[in-house]
């Protein structure tokens, strides 16, 4: 029997422009070692190393390749949020995230990823995304992941604040939920709390989805930084058909936001 590998390739790192174009990490395909037969993870990064005041940072991951069937699989970097002011302080970033997907390999397959930066920045972000492979075949099926559109948190709490719909197919469970609110600005005495709800008239049960998202709390000063600890992210188990399954995503909030910033969610299937 074989001695069992998992090694870690990387992309590579590109700067993501200071626009939201999607663009390849590394400049080029990865190439995955001959003795790998599977894809058992993805962890995208990125970083800002000159802050603007009032701007954040959330970038989506795509992982795509002519060789294998992974596409769809979007997931979200680590959001790294706005502060107010030029107060000095260095951006919170919290630890990048892991994706599984299991995908089957035969060896020496081209993959590509790319990041694309969801909220342009005036000081380009620089990313890259880290290839997790193993000789042996995943424990667990491959998996795909699909994401809605960044949209705008608006000023209000105690009500439904519509995202976008979309939608995937070929699934028969929803596994994961995923997403992220993430402030511009943050001023004294302006915390975050909330929910993202998934809803669809495809599952095949009526079950509830609303995914807690990681709270902010507010501070004291007008220069507060903000730490969203990561992307939210919970387990789940929702039996759905193979046919299209269409989400229309919802953000609530507990506390009413003193300046809007932006949600985006996804799911994995």
């Known amino acids: 029997m074989a001695e069992e590998i998992i090694a870690i390739e990387h992309s590579g790192f590109t700067s993501l422009g200071t626009g939201t174009a999607k663009t390849k990490m590394g400049?080029?395909?990865v190439i995955l070692p001959q003795w790998a037969r599977s894809l058992l993870a993805v962890l995208p990064q990125a970083a800002i190393d000159t802050v603007t005041a009032a701007q954040s940072l959330i970038a989506q991951c795509d992982i795509e390749s002519d060789d294998v069937p992974v596409v769809p699989f979007q997931c979200l970097t680590a959001p790294v949020a706005g502060l107010l002011g030029a107060s000095g302080g260095?951006?919170?970033?919290?630890?990048t995230e892991k994706y599984a997907i299991g995908c089957p390999l035969n060896g020496g397959e081209q993959i590509a990823a790319y990041l694309t930066a969801l909220?342009?920045?005036t000081s380009a972000p620089t990313g890259g995304v880290g290839l997790v492979v193993s000789n042996m075949r995943a424990p667990h099926a491959q998996r795909h992941a699909k994401m809605g559109t960044l949209t705008s948190t608006g000023t209000g709490a105690s009500a439904d604040v519509a995202g976008t719909r979309y939608n995937f197919s070929g699934g028969n469970r929803i596994l994961e939920l995923f997403g992220a609110a993430v402030p511009t600005t943050v001023a004294a005495a302006d915390g975050i709390i909330g929910y993202i709800k998934y809803q669809s008239n495809e599952f095949k049960q009526s079950v509830p989805l609303k995914l807690p998202l990681n709270p902010i709390s507010g501070g004291l000063g007008t220069l507060t930084i903000a730490f969203v600890d990561g992307v939210s992210r919970q387990p789940v188990s929702v039996p759905?058909?193979?046919?299209q399954v269409n989400i229309q995503d919802y953000l609530y909030m507990g506390l009413a936001p003193g300046t809007a910033g932006n949600f985006v969610d996804g799911l994995v299937y």
């Open 27 to 29: 400049g080029a395909n």
């Open 90 to 95: 260095a951006l919170f970033t919290p630890k």
């Open 240 to 243: 759905i058909p193979r046919a």
């Open 119 to 121: 909220v342009a920045n």
